[in-house]
């Protein structure tokens, strides 16, 4: 990989600009603060690329992805479009030579993983996805809690999410193009489960439900599910559940469940809940969440590019929670669960 001097020698640039979240101005932005350098946007849409010039003074826009790796002698993307275009666009920009970043989710499926995987090993390129919530206060108080013996030997994590909701009418509702309602708060809440657990995956289980919401949106019988289940058995013999639902009739004070043999821990991005026992005598201690330290994604970017530091988010860990989704989809059509593959 080619290493750079310093991350101000790092010219960076985003492929998509929409105005949803503006998550592209957050990107540039994130990059500038870690030093390195924005120099380019692709975008369709000429109102976002006049945006983009707005955000960033003297930045260069190009209408298509094709005029930006032709053009630019911009070295990092990082790929902000809908999900179902991640694998074809990173593709194409590593095999232009540039290293590159996908937003979450990093594929739809595991063999987009491993052709991704594969171009940027051929070309010695860094490949990584932008696992910001990595750095979430609460996965971090929790990591730290388990890491420290309060709750025994690990037994099972479970992470449940939703409400009572028909989806929204935009492009993350559409199963062809989101993946399945997994795709999305699913993977985070996957790559939380897997820092606690850090365990080889063995096994997984899929059940969904469909065709509720479907006859109320637009997309029909192509809406994301109603709700899905995965269950992932370890290595260890460590389990986790992971349910994300729009059928959800009351709401739970907790996201996030991890548990041992001694005890109990609970949390929401604000709070957390302990409950241990020692013997027959159950103690219960709470507390806050600390702030997330989001910045801490693209800082490891630059420092590893400078060669200060190895990749945090590697595209194989990027992997695992798309795996495991990849699975728990095959599983519910086929009514058993599956082994896990490694490349």
């Known amino acids: 990989m080619r290493r750079f001097r310093k991350p101000g020698d790092i010219k960076v640039g985003v492929i998509g600009y929409g105005a949803a979240f503006n998550m592209g101005r957050v990107h540039l932005s994130e990059m500038q603060k870690a030093g390195m350098v924005p120099v380019a946007v692709a975008e369709l849409d000429p109102a976002r690329r006049q945006a983009a ?33 991640h ?20 594929a739809i499926n595991t063999a987009e993983c491993d052709a991704m995987i594969a171009a940027a090993r051929r070309r010695g390129l860094l490949l990584s996805t932008y696992h ?9 108080q929790a990591v730290k809690t388990v890491r420290s013996g309060a709750l025994g030997d690990l037994v099972r994590v479970a992470v449940h999410m939703g409400g009572w909701a028909k989806p929204r009418d935009w492009w993350r509702s559409r199963r062809s193009i989101t993946g399945s309602i997994l795709h999305d708060w699913g993977v985070h809440a996957l790559e939380y489960t897997l820092q606690v657990v850090n365990d080889e995956i063995r096994e997984v289980s899929g059940f969904v439900h469909s065709g509720f919401w479907a006859r109320q949106c637009p997309w029909k019988e ?10 992932v058995r370890y290595a260890s013999g460590v389990w986790s559940l992971l349910t994300m ?23 929401n991005p604000e709070a957390w809940e302990l409950v241990t026992h020692r013997g027959d ?36 860990w990027a992997r695992r929670p798309i795996h495991i989704i990849d699975l728990a989809l095959q599983s519910a059509r086929r009514g058993r669960a599956l082994p896990a593959r490694y490349p």
């Open 53 to 85: 010039q707005q955000d960033f003074p003297g930045i260069q826009t190009y209408p298509s992805v094709r005029d930006l790796l032709r053009k630019s002698d911009v070295h990092l993307v990082t790929i902000i479009t809908p999900h179902n275009t």
């Open 281 to 316: 005598r159950a103690a219960t201690t709470r507390g806050k969440n600390p702030p997330a330290e989001y910045w801490r994604f693209y800082q490891n970017i630059a420092d590893c590019l400078t060669g200060r530091a190895r990749l945090v988010i590697t595209p194989e």
């Open 245 to 267: 639902s729009n059928l959800e009739h009351r709401s739970r004070p907790f996201w996030m469940e991890i548990t041992g043999t001694l005890g109990t821990y609970s949390f």
């Open 222 to 231: 192509d809406t994301i599910e109603d709700e899905a289940s995965v269950t």
């Open 87 to 106: 694998a074809r666009l990173a593709l194409q920009c590593l095999n232009a030579g540039r290293h590159v970043v996908c937003e979450k989710p990093f």
């Open 132 to 140: 910001n919530r990595h750095w979430d206060g609460w996965i971090l």
